[in-house]
């Protein structure tokens, strides 16, 4: 990211507070702006084990880059985020997140995302801007967590597909399907996934 975008984020942070009426003293969150691809900021490390349990969290307030958390994230939210890549990236992400997830029994990883009932390229419409995004099935989704992502067996996926009504997306139709899932793992080591995403019927 650059110096010029990183200033901007900062001043869309501020303008939250603004918003929320809340202050860094107030609501004392840290952001970590940066492109999720980027090593510096999210490597690829493999799920954490229960080896990791009790290691110090590093102070979040000193973060500027996300690797320091590996192992001790206990919920991950990404919504309207993986449908933006590609299949190779979305499991990129899907690894990277799973490196950053505590071993803890509980600790989870939910979003909404636009999906298919079948996976492949699904074509979309937005402000008159034709979009192909590659859109992962309740099957295929499941199937990249549990054996590709995480060692099959150690995680439990559900996932459930469902159409909604969006506004401003389609010209052509607003009706739409989304998906979602959850992943519980064995051996202690025990994570959530719900995952809903959008389908637009064909
Ligand atoms: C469609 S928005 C969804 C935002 C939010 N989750 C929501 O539902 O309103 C997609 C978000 O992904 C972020 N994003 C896209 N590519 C990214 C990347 N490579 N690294 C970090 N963030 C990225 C964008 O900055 C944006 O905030």
Same mark, same amino acid.
């Given at each position: 990211?650059?110096?010029?975008?990183?200033?901007?984020?900062?001043?869309?942070?501020?303008?939250?507070?603004?918003?929320?009426?809340?202050?860094?003293?107030?609501?004392?969150?840290?952001?970590?702006?940066?492109?999720?691809?980027?090593?510096?900021?999210?490597?690829?490390?493999?799920?954490?084990?229960?080896?990791?349990?009790?290691?110090?969290?590093?102070?979040?307030?000193?973060?500027?880059?996300?690797?320091?958390?590996?192992?001790?994230?206990?919920?991950?939210?990404?919504?309207?985020?993986?449908?933006?890549?590609?299949?190779?990236?979305?499991?990129?992400?899907?690894?990277?997140?799973?490196?950053?997830? &505590?071993?803890? #029994?509980? @600790?989870?990883?939910?979003?909404?995302?636009?999906?298919?009932? =079948? $996976? *492949?390229? +699904?074509?979309?419409?937005?402000?008159?801007?034709?979009?192909?995004?590659? &859109?992962?099935? #309740?099957? @295929?989704?499941?199937?990249?967590?549990?054996?590709?992502?995480? =060692? $099959? *067996?150690? +995680?439990?996926?559900?996932?459930?597909?469902?159409?909604?009504?969006?506004?401003?997306?389609?010209?052509? @139709?607003?009706?739409?399907?989304?998906?979602?899932?959850?992943?519980?793992?064995?051996?202690?080591?025990?994570?959530?996934?719900?995952?809903?995403?959008?389908?637009?019927?064909?």
């Amino acid at each position: 990211m650059t110096h010029e975008a990183l200033a901007f984020c900062t001043e869309l942070w501020n303008l939250g507070h603004e918003l929320f009426k809340s202050s860094p003293e107030t609501f004392p969150a840290h952001f970590v702006g940066g492109d999720a691809f980027n090593p510096e900021i999210l490597a690829v490390a493999p799920p954490a084990s229960m080896q990791t349990a009790g290691v110090p969290i590093p102070d979040l307030n000193d973060l500027t880059s996300l690797n320091s958390l590996h192992g001790h994230v206990s919920a991950i939210h990404a919504t309207a985020f993986f449908h933006l890549f590609k299949e190779d990236q979305q499991l990129h992400m899907a690894r990277a997140f799973a490196g950053l997830l &505590s071993a803890e #029994p509980g @600790s989870v990883i939910l979003g909404v995302h636009t999906g298919a009932r =079948e $996976k *492949g390229l +699904v074509n979309q419409v937005f402000r008159n801007i034709e979009v192909n995004m590659f &859109s992962h099935s #309740p099957e @295929s989704w499941t199937d990249m967590w549990d054996g590709e992502v995480f =060692e $099959k *067996g150690m +995680v439990k996926v559900e996932a459930e597909c469902r159409e909604v009504m969006l506004e401003g997306v389609c010209r052509s @139709s607003n009706v739409s399907t989304s998906l979602g899932g959850i992943a519980t793992s064995l051996l202690n080591h025990s994570s959530i996934f719900t995952s809903s995403r959008y389908l637009l019927p064909q």
